[in-house]
């Protein structure tokens, strides 16, 4: 019996080993999948802060451009203004001006006289 006990021990051990051994590659198959999705995220984190940032520096030109356009309202308001008030001032500038031009009128071209040498 003593051989059959050292041939179950035997058996009983590479199973043993078997089983370890398959643990050991679950364990490393494991570890690679934990890498790779660690990774995985890190790249999306990567990704997410660089559309963040895009966001931020787009909000920035956009708050420049909404400044640079109250500027120009601004301007064309205080424009509007200053005609008002040259308007009430200066009344012939109220009425309407009627020009009527000549359909066949062709500008006239200028020439240049030659300059007299001394």
């Not at 009983?12 to 590659?25: D, I, P, S, W």
């Amino acid at each position: 019996m003593d051989k059959n006990q050292d041939i179950e021990v035997e058996q009983t051990e590479v199973k043993l080993m078997l089983k370890l051994h398959r643990l050991n590659q679950e364990i490393q198959e494991a570890e690679k999948k934990t890498i790779e999705v660690d990774f995985a995220n890190a790249v999306a984190l990567a990704k997410s802060a660089t559309m963040d940032l895009k966001i931020e520096i787009t909000k920035g030109r956009l708050a420049m451009v909404d400044e640079m356009i109250a500027i120009t309202l601004k301007k064309k308001e205080d424009k509007a203004i200053k005609i008002k008030k040259l308007r009430e001032k200066y009344h012939f500038l109220v009425e309407e001006v009627n020009v009527t031009v000549p359909e066949d009128i062709k500008p006239e071209v200028a020439e240049k006289k030659p300059k007299k040498k001394n």
